[in-house]
């Protein structure tokens, strides 16, 4: 069944907002439970495969913060982060930053998100690794949202002494953020 049919399917409401609810609700609640059995099966030492992992737990992440989980949020950033350092994986790094941000902008330090931010565009930058055009998109509302929040003039800063930042030292400072 498709996600509109699961929505299609959901019992009538007079409240279209109060139905909508339910149906992200009940996506939500998948996502978690898929994403959390994709990261236990994966940490069996059998399987082991880490950067699966790190991608289950950005996944996490994400849904974490998308349901104002902002504590198990930054526990799974950083542990995703951990992760690619472990392996030496400069390709994956910008995207997890790139959400971190997000994320430390929600909590009210968006000129650190502004930092995290620039210091994923030199990774891009130096690895090749381009985003998405979704992650592109949402990495243009990510921007628009810290020019607001910040101003031109504090987000060109910001994004600068990001930029400055060696890809050790954008980790450290995003796990900064973690505890």
């Known amino acids: 069944m498709s996600v509109s049919e699961n929505f299609l399917a959901l019992p009538a409401t007079s409240d279209y907002a109060s139905r909508y609810s339910d149906f992200t609700e009940s996506i939500s609640q998948r996502s978690w439970a898929a994403h959390k059995q994709t990261v236990a099966l994966y940490r069996n030492a059998h ?14 992440a994400a849904t974490a913060i998308e349901d104002g989980n902002y504590l198990f949020a930054r526990t799974n950033f950083a542990e995703a982060l951990a992760i690619f350092r472990s392996l030496k994986d400069q390709r994956a790094l910008p995207y997890v930053l790139e959400r971190f941000a997000r994320l430390v902008c ?5 000129e650190a998100a502004a930092r995290l931010v620039g ?21 243009e509302d990510d921007l628009i949202t810290l020019n607001e929040k910040l101003g031109e003039g504090a987000l060109q800063s910001a994004w600068n002494k990001g930029k400055r930042m060696s890809a050790e030292k954008s980790i450290e400072f995003a796990l900064k953020y973690s505890r």
């Not at 929600?106 to 968006?110: D, E, K, R, S, V």
């Not at 210091?119 to 990495?139: D, Y």
């Open 106 to 110: 929600l909590q009210g330090n968006c």
């Open 47 to 60: 399987m082991g495969d880490k950067r699966t992992v790190a991608a289950s737990l950005i996944a996490l």
């Open 119 to 139: 210091a994923a565009s030199v990774l891009r930058e130096m690895t090749g690794a381009q985003p998405t055009g979704q992650e592109r998109n949402e990495l």
